[in-house]
């Protein structure tokens, strides 16, 4: 079991498209995340994830975006990224849980059934959208449930993150661990996020993605102008 309690998660990941995809470097970030006090990492893709079991001992949330015509889903959508993830080792596998349309027309149940009778010992993280997505996931047996697709579907779009009401709903009425995902970046929310008693916290672009973090600072400098 992975021992993410109370503990700092930090993502590291550069998708296809972002200046550092490509470049072999996220377990530097890693390393450095854990220098600085990270408990957990959550990576993307296989090479940056065994990349980063070699360079960090502390567990690792895996996840594969992958996109396919069919469907919006794009974290772990199907059964060929969950086998994928499943050879790395990571200690917990993460897939989009919320109510949409799979590729190929999988089922999220298949596949959660799936990782549970070939890697018995991975635990498994839904990322959710809203409240019922978390229900649901929690009834299925997920291990943890995130606030990650908050505002990343149609249905929550334009809502804003972190939505502490939604993770205090989650963390007193659902069993599994819920993990608070998305929109922190600054310490005074990390605060709020943390009154509303989550398993752990995931923090990404606010650590790991030095774009996102220049353009936040440049808008500053466009709104003087």
Known sequence: ??????????????????????????????????????????ANYVSDIEAIKKEVNVPVIGIIKEVYDDSDIYITPTLKEVKALISTGCEVIALDATNRKRPNGEKLEDLVKY?????????????????????????????????????????????QIPDYDLLKKMTSELNAKVIAEGGIWETSQLEKTLDCNPYAVVIGSAVTRPMDITKRFAKVFENRE
């Not at 993502?11 to 390393?31: D, T, W």
């Not at 993280?125 to 449930?145: N, Q, V």
């Open 1 to 42: 079991m992975a021992n993410l309690k109370k503990g700092l998660i930090i993502s590291c990941q550069a998708v296809k498209g972002e200046p550092l995809y490509g470049l072999n470097i996220m377990h530097y970030f890693a390393r450095a995340a854990v220098l600085g006090g990270a408990k957990g990492i959550r």
């Open 115 to 159: 990782i549970r009778d070939n890697a018995p010992k991975t635990e498994i993280m839904a990322d959710c959208s809203d409240f019922e997505e978390a229900r649901a996931a929690d009834k299925m047996g997920f291990d943890y449930i995130g606030t990650t697709m908050r505002s990343y579907t149609p249905y929550t779009a334009g809502i």
